[in-house]
């Protein structure tokens, strides 16, 4: 077992990574901006290493001060939390060659999985269902009218090297094809100095629902059940509810077997998380592979009563999966608090904590990083805190998630806080009756 791990990343995450290795007795290191110098995963890890300024660039998205970090700390191991590089496949190549143990996929996995037309290609050929479309990437705006014109409009342009929503376009008829393949190609050459793009079937208004996976190096691959994560404004994700209240128990089934199957299929090692698109008629397509610890990962964590960066590190470090996947128990919801203002757009809301108050009791939940007095930097992602609800079912996971939002207090910025106390009224957030596209109507009284 590793005896010191860096934490590469800021937040909620690195403190959620900190308290999983002081129960399993491995030191942490944590490496902080010179805006996060008074951040709590700075002052519960056991060393710190300043790495740069504010700047994402020039701290967490630096590799050699990183490296430099865990060179002088004696780290044997990185955890690279989520965002920043945990899908970085030089990173992870980089300390592959150190020998720093990089908790996450293989260089060429990460490479694999990032480039989302080969993805798909990889899964659709060892069965998992795919969105109909092109096989990997369309070369010329002929050539997508064709594949267009076969399977039929509205389609789907993406950004191979894309993915979370950057880089895509909806065509609805064929004269709008051209213009779309150029825009689309040329934002994904300036996003991701990548043109290429692959084309799909446009599903309207389906639910993203994605199964939770732990693979292990002696070739198991489990199944940690679904997430629901179609409460979504501009591709970030709101609430997270793990099990989907829409899914019946067979095709929760046949997905999580689709999942697994996958994932043997590339010999898939560590966290991952295979997204589906789900219509209507409750017929599921792949779409993409994450290889990271996900934001949501605490609601799968609920529902099978397993600590997952607990698995993630036995599995890095060549043991076998510690704790396997139950039967899913109960409900549980994410609700996601950012230092933004729901009343303004969702516009950025930094600034000093001047009171705060967090809710528990039974089955309540909150991984967060700030305290009073804390000064929320303006650098950064503006998640602050997550609340995490556990309930015997669904309603009472509800009742639950408003209770503790009563108690829930913080004071000195504008938080998504009054936007979810809002949401738990709504009619169709109460019945499960959303999706994708939703979020307007999850507004209404
Ligand atoms: C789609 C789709 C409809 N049809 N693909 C957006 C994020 C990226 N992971 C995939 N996305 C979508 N892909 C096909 N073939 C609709 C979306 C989509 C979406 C997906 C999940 C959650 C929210 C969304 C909001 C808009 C569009």
């Not at 004269?175 to 190609?185: G, I, K, L």
């Not at 793009?197 to 389906?206: A, G, Q, T, V």
């Not at 017929?283 to 605490?298: A, G, W």
């Not at 139950?326 to 303004?344: Q, W």
């Amino acid at each position: 077992m590793f005896k010191k791990i860096l934490i590469a990343n800021r937040g909620e995450i690195a403190l959620r990574v900190i308290r999983t290795c002081k129960e399993l007795g491995i030191s942490t290191v944590a490496v902080y901006s010179v805006a996060d110098k008074n951040s709590a995963h700075v002052i519960f890890a056991d060393e710190a290493v300043c790495i740069g300024p504010a700047s994402g660039k020039e701290s967490y998205l630096n590799i050699p001060r990183i490296i430099a970090a865990a060179e002088v700390t004696g780290a044997d191991a990185i955890h690279p939390g989520y965002g920043f590089l945990a899908e970085n496949a030089n990173f992870s190549q980089i300390c592959e060659d150190m020998k720093i143990k990089f908790i996450g996929p293989s260089p060429d996995m990460i490479r694999k999985m990032g480039d989302k037309a080969f993805a798909k290609t990889t899964m659709k050929n060892c069965g998992v269902p795919v969105v109909p479309g092109s096989d990997g990437a369309v070369e010329s705006v002929e050539i997508a009218k064709k594949i267009a014109n076969e399977i039929g409009y509205p389609v789907i342009l993406k950004a191979s090297a894309g993915g979370g929503g950057k880089g895509m376009r909806i065509v609805w008829k064929e004269d709008e094809v051209e213009n779309a393949f150029h825009t689309a190609s040329n934002e994904a050459k300036t996003g991701f100095d990548n043109a290429e793009l692959y084309l799909e079937k446009f599903i309207e208004s389906p639910r993203h629902v994605e199964i939770q996976l732990m693979g292990d190096q002696f070739g198991n691959v489990y199944s940690y059940g679904d997430r629901d994560c179609s409460i979504q404004r501009r591709h970030q994700k709101l609430i997270e509810e793990s099990p989907s209240p829409i899914i019946s128990e067979e095709v929760r089934k046949q997905m999580s077997d689709a999942a697994i199957l996958g994932a043997k299929s590339v010999n898939y090692e560590g966290a991952g998380t295979i997204e589906f698109l789900v219509d209507k008629d409750q017929k599921f397509y792949f779409i993409e592979m994450n290889t990271r610890i996900q934001v949501e990962h605490p609601i799968s964590e609920m529902v099978n009563n397993v600590d997952l960066i607990k698995q993630q590190i036995y599995v890095a470090a060549g043991e076998k999966v510690q704790d396997l996947p139950t039967k899913l128990n109960g409900h549980s919801f994410e609700f996601r608090i950012n230092a933004e203002d729901p009343d303004f757009n969702f516009r950025p809301s930094p600034g000093r904590i001047e009171y705060l108050h967090f809710p528990g009791g039974f089955g309540v939940r909150v991984d967060s990083h700030i305290y009073t007095d804390y000064i929320i930097p303006p650098y950064y992602d503006s998640l602050i805190a997550k609340l995490i609800v556990w309930g015997v079912d669904r309603e009472h996971a509800i009742k639950r998630a408003k209770r503790a939002f009563d108690e829930f207090t913080i004071e000195g910025i504008k938080t998504t806080i009054p936007f979810h106390q809002r949401i738990l009224n709504n009619k169709y957030f109460l019945t499960g009756n959303y999706d994708t596209n939703s979020i307007e109507k999850l507004l209404e009284n």
